[in-house]
């Protein structure tokens, strides 16, 4: 087995849609600028020279039909990934992502699968206004018969990116763009990593940091303020939104009997209010506080350079939130 | 029982069809609206839940084009779809038992009439959305171009459809990539309650395709033999890969928007006019004077079409509901 590699996210990613496109003739991209361009991130760079414009579809500027084209061909036996170009654009394939897509398997009677993959990048930090920059991964993990997964790591986006692309169902994948630049060890072969299992980030004693695709990073980063504080933080990523590993966030909470979830789309009925009503109901009898949560503020994601950092909850707050909760000061 | 008709071929002179199809064309849009005459009666009596949307008077369409395609071909279909799913080789009492929400169905009940597939004969769906199935067909195309095999994808729609955006995306792409697919239009005049003019700009419907350079025509939507004769050229083309075609094909629901809709936006003397076109009765003639049918043989056949539903319906009707445990299955694939 070859050494893991340092790679990027973005290039994590990639290796894993070479990988899948080089075993199986039937994965197709589609997707705005993503042949020739390589993507507007550069998110595909490469592909476009080895497998040619049959497979790696320039769509135009037509989100809903071209997604409803790729569920036909997902039920017909392609196994297409379609980019949206921006998270906030999920809006616009919602009608064929939640009528069709989500529900044709079970409608059918299992006649039909729609092994597609929907990938989308997500999170501020970039300056592009309310309407490139918003988290909505939580809109899709309403929907019965979607799986949705939010990688946090180079290794998991490799990982899951196969696992997607090979899985029966529409899965949708959320990366944040703010990670694409993020490097870090990634196994050279091929791998999958399991859709419906979370991970134990750093093992702690004291606290649960459960944390979503880049505010796993700000987990780990209060995990060591919290350290020099002499509270043991343990940081656990969900990795797959739906299904839900609720076994091991919740083993982790009757560990520590204390959680804070942390999560980058908006508070309101949200991933974070989610989590904590889970964990709250499985674990509740082990808790020596409440669960609470930390989001986007409930605004559009204003575009100054002033305001957009405060709309995320960074290390400190999440430091502050934690230390307090350990301390029984809230 | 042996087909009545059978013998009405073997002296007919010099038909532009064989007895053969004529008859199969016959027998396909009578079992159609025997079928929908038994679903209104149900539901009326109570054995269908929710709502039925019946397409009798627009056999045509559906029997013109199917019987045009191959087991291999896709169509994706609407919410006025029994007819649709009848021509592409479905078989009436699974059809009826998933009308019906019976475990038996199509989709063990879980889909009803607005949510019908049925894989082994190429049909991705009736749609509960207006304009749903249109890039399903599409993308069933895309994959039938990658195979290279000449198979094609048709997708039908009302003309509700026309004003939705969906259908000029999917239009777009099917041109630009020359898709196999044919657009069908079936245009019987309303919206639900509402008079196509009343909401829908511009000179003609097929306009909707020629701006996309699209090939598209206007079809006497009550004559299966001029909806045979437009949709051949258009598959021909779609199967050696000349990209889509726009038919749409002019015809009348007798019914409602749905079973229980009081019609009070119709035209008396319009539905009756329609009703002088009825394309059963119309081709029924013309195998008739053709002498390629007598009115006994047509008769026979139609009391054979109507045990054929009666015995769907009491299989249907003897199939289980489904239980508690039948909820969860297949939801992920």
Redesign the interface.
Known sequence: MADPRPLSYRTAVLEALFGEMRRDDSVILMGEDIGAAGGVFKQTEGLFAEFGAERVIDTPISESGAFGIAVGAAMTGQRPVFEVMFGDFITLVMDQLVNQAAKISYMSGGQFKVPLVVRTAVGVGSNLGPQHSQSLHAWLTHIPGLKVVMPSTPADAKGLMAAAIRDDGPVAFFEDRMLYNVRSDVPEEDYVVPIGAAEVKRAGKDITLIATGRMVQTALAAAELLASEEISAEVVDPRTLVPLDVATLVDSVKKTSRAVVVDGGYRQYGITGEIAATVTEHAFDWLDAPVTRLAAADVPIPFSKTLEPLTLPGAERLTREAAALVRGKK | MANPLQKASERSGKPRLSGEEAVRLLRSMQLIRTFEDHVRNLSSGGAIPGLVHLCAGQEAVAVGICSLLNATD?I?SNHRGHGHCLAKGADAGRLMAEIMGRRS????G??GSL?I???INGN??T???VG?G???????????K??GHGEI?VCFFGDGALNQ??L???M??AA?WHLPVLFVCENNGFGEFTAIEDVTAGPDPIARGLAFGIPSETVDGMDVMAVCAAAKPAIERARHGDGPTFLVCTTYRYGGHHIGDKQEYKDDAEAKAWRLKDPIERFSRWMMEADLATAQDIAALKQDVEQDVRTAVSHAKAAPLPAADDME?????
């Open positions: 896709k994706a169905g199509y989709g063990l879980r889909g949510h597939f049925d894989a991705l769906g749609n509960g959305i749903g249109i890039p399903l067909a599409a993308g069933a195309a895309l994959s039938a990658r195979r994808a955006g969906l000029f995306e999917v777009n792409m630009i299955g297949h939801l992920y694939g």
